[in-house]
């Protein structure tokens, strides 16, 4: 088994950060996790049995069955005072880490960001469609009030996520007073707003003709009301004062194609909201980091720049 340390020196771009967690897609997971919750989680429902890791096939790597929703930590040996917590994809019914959430925390780590990240409650597994919700809020909390322990600098703690992870990292930054939980302690007096936000692939509508997702079945069931696929649309939850955000989506996605970020950064710019947008010709669905072969592959160096140059009030 590698080593951690090695691993940090010896990997130098996204490339082979990505080949080292298919090669072992749990090789690289970091012993130090964080629970979310003292003793039970909020919220009705749940999983009887241990978690499970997906075996051949699309959830290869995939983590489902949850009951303990944690942080994984991510330290650069040379923090540049940002953090990020990354939310994988897998339609609220598994969390894609083999080539979603894994790969990205070790090539942000590799550039220096304290990166967590989330393992949270799936409906699928049986837990109320608050869950994730509950889970990411309170991770956020935490993060923002554990920062200084970290070395992060208290306005530049962002979230990313991927595909129904982009849809709980969007609703995370765009709703972050909604109260999903009654507050515990002290974590909870500190706010969930992320300082910035990056969406890839994410589900963003659960209205027509954009309601095919799993996303949306899990959430909200097959016949739900108009008023419930606004509730949970991220386009709809838009607001003048959301964190800046930038999207990511591929012309030729069929499960989350382009018209769901075009959808929502319209509602951002309408807002107000500093938001940037990219379209890549080619790369389907959940392409993780993408491969050098790809433009797409362009996407975390493009996501670099545009953190490094930001300015934040």
């Given at each position: 088994?590698?080593?951690?340390?090695?691993?940090?020196?010896?990997?130098?771009?996204?490339?082979?950060?990505?080949?080292?967690?298919?090669?072992?897609?749990?090789?690289?997971?970091?012993?130090?996790?964080?629970?979310?919750?003292?003793?039970?989680?909020?919220?009705t429902g749940g999983p009887t049995g241990p978690e499970k890791i997906g075996?051949?096939?699309?959830?290869?790597?995939?983590?489902?069955?949850?009951?303990?929703?944690?942080?994984?930590?991510y330290r650069p040996n040379l923090s540049n005072g940002r953090a990020v917590?990354?939310?994988?994809?897998?339609?609220?019914?598994?969390?894609?880490?083999?080539?979603?959430?894994?790969?990205?925390?070790?090539?942000?780590?590799?550039?220096?960001?304290?990166?967590?990240?989330?393992?949270?409650?799936?409906?699928?597994?049986?837990?109320?469609?608050?869950?994730?919700?509950?889970?990411?809020?309170?991770?956020?909390?935490?993060?923002?009030?554990?920062a200084a322990g970290f070395g992060i600098e208290s306005d530049r703690i962002?979230?990313?996520?991927?595909?129904?992870?982009?849809?709980?990292?969007?609703?995370?930054?765009?709703?972050?007073?909604?109260?999903?939980?009654?507050?515990?302690?002290?974590?909870?007096?500190?706010?969930?707003?992320?300082?910035?936000?990056?969406?890839?692939?994410?589900?963003?509508?659960?209205?027509?003709?954009?309601?095919?997702?799993?996303?949306?079945?899990?959430?909200?069931?097959?016949?739900?009301?108009?008023?419930?696929?606004?509730?949970?649309?991220?386009?709809?939850?838009?607001?003048?004062?959301?964190?800046?955000?930038?999207?990511?989506?591929?012309?030729?996605?069929?499960?989350?194609?382009?018209?769901?970020?075009?959808?929502?950064?319209?509602?951002?710019?309408?807002?107000?909201?500093?938001?940037?947008?990219?379209?890549?010709?080619?790369?389907?669905?959940?392409?993780?980091?993408?491969?050098?072969?790809?433009?797409?592959?362009?996407?975390?160096?493009?996501?670099?720049?545009?953190?490094?140059?930001?300015?934040?009030?």
């Amino acid at each position: 088994m590698l080593a951690r340390r090695s691993f940090l020196r010896g990997a130098t771009s996204a490339a082979s950060a990505l080949a080292l967690v298919q090669a072992h897609p749990l090789v690289a997971c970091p012993c130090e996790e964080i629970l979310l919750w003292p003793g039970k989680p909020p919220g009705t429902g749940g999983p009887t049995g241990p978690e499970k890791i997906g075996g051949p096939g699309k959830g290869y790597g995939a983590v489902s069955n949850i009951s303990t929703p944690r942080l994984r930590v991510y330290r650069p040996n040379l923090s540049n005072g940002r953090a990020v917590m990354v939310c994988g994809g897998g339609g609220y019914y598994r969390i894609q880490l083999w080539k979603e959430s894994t790969p990205a925390a070790q090539w942000l780590q590799l550039r220096g960001y304290t990166v967590f990240e989330l393992i949270y409650r799936l409906p699928n597994d049986g837990w109320e469609p608050a869950a994730p919700f509950m889970d990411a809020q309170r991770a956020m909390k935490i993060i923002r009030s554990r920062a200084a322990g970290f070395g992060i600098e208290s306005d530049r703690i962002g979230v990313m996520g991927m595909s129904a992870g982009g849809h709980l990292a969007g609703y995370t930054a765009l709703r972050p007073d909604h109260a999903f939980y009654a507050g515990r302690d002290t974590y909870d007096e500190a706010s969930a707003r992320p300082d910035f936000a990056a969406l890839l692939f994410p589900v963003v509508s659960l209205r027509k003709p954009l309601d095919t997702t799993r996303t949306r079945r899990e959430l909200i069931g097959t016949n739900p009301t108009r008023a419930q696929e606004d509730a949970w649309s991220l386009d709809t939850q838009a607001h003048t004062g959301a964190p800046p955000m930038i999207l990511f989506s591929s012309a030729d996605d069929p499960i989350a194609p382009p018209a769901h970020n075009i959808a929502l950064f319209e509602a951002l710019r309408a807002n107000d909201v500093p938001a940037e947008l990219h379209i890549f010709e080619s790369g389907g669905h959940g392409w993780g980091l993408g491969t050098s072969a790809e433009i797409l592959g362009q996407w975390p160096e493009i996501f670099d720049a545009w953190i490094s140059r930001r300015t934040f009030a």
